[in-house]
């Protein structure tokens, strides 16, 4: 079983749906848990990153944690075309400040 | 916001040569700073960890010979590839580590390598 699970997608929406990003995870050592949005050829950019269970929002995101059942959620409200581009999950154990990141999801919004 | 700049965005080089690309932390002080390998449509793969004044940490399978990490001050890391091969072509992309913060990294643009 691999550390963290990601579902690669392609994942395709319209203009203005609700998105749901999700991602696993099997290593209790994770602490700290962040969502990055990567374009095509880009850098990754850093959105979200949270430290404990539950919800911290961000405009239209929205990021989620759920340590008991190892299960972490990015949720885009009122997506926009824009916002097409893979979107990475990482994790940091927080003793060398490694990333152990997900696939990624390739998220299309379709004006 | 933490802004990383690489250097150079683009490059190409004919096998057997050497390539040095830069990794630069702008507004803040990195003592951490990671070198990612991205082939397409795949995710990041962690070579190596590079900390300012000591040597860098490979990951399992990285020729630390063949990929050579200089942390010479807090807001500049650098990765040359020697003796480039074909296969090196590749997306090569840096983070930095905040040292004010507990664990956000920052990631810079990344640099496309190819190797003819």
């Known amino acids: 079983q691999k550390e963290v699970e990601q579902d690669p997608g392609p994942l395709s929406v319209p203009e203005g749906a609700i998105v749901s990003l999700n991602c696993t995870y099997s290593n209790s050592a994770f602490q700290y848990f962040m969502w990055y949005r990567q374009y095509s050829r880009k850098g990754p950019e850093l959105l979200m990153y949270?430290?404990?269970?539950g919800n911290k929002e961000d405009g239209r995101f929205t990021a989620q944690v759920d340590k008991s059942s190892k299960y972490i959620s990015l949720f885009i409200r009122d997506s926009q075309p824009s916002d097409s581009a893979t979107y990475l999950c990482a994790m940091d154990g927080g003793s060398n400040y490694k990333l152990t990141f997900g696939k990624g999801t390739l998220l299309t919004v379709n004006p | 916001g933490a802004v990383v700049s690489q250097h150079p965005s683009w490059v190409i080089c004919k096998s057997g040569t050497s390539v040095k690309i830069e990794c630069r932390s702008l507004?803040?002080?990195?003592?951490?700073m990671f070198w990612y390998r991205q082939f397409p449509k795949q995710s990041l793969m962690l070579m190596a960890t590079s900390n300012e004044g000591s040597k860098a940490t490979y990951e399992q399978g990285v020729e630390k010979d063949k990929f050579l990490i200089n942390h010479a001050s807090l807001t500049l890391s650098t990765l040359t590839v020697t003796s480039a091969h074909p296969e090196d072509s590749s997306f090569y992309i840096c983070?930095?580590?905040?040292?004010?913060?507990?664990?956000?990294?920052?990631f810079g643009p990344g640099t496309r390598l190819t190797v003819t």
């Open positions: 949270t430290y404990s269970s």
């Open positions: 983070s930095a580590r905040d040292s004010g913060t507990v664990y956000e990294q920052y």
């Open positions: 507004d803040f002080q990195a003592t951490t």
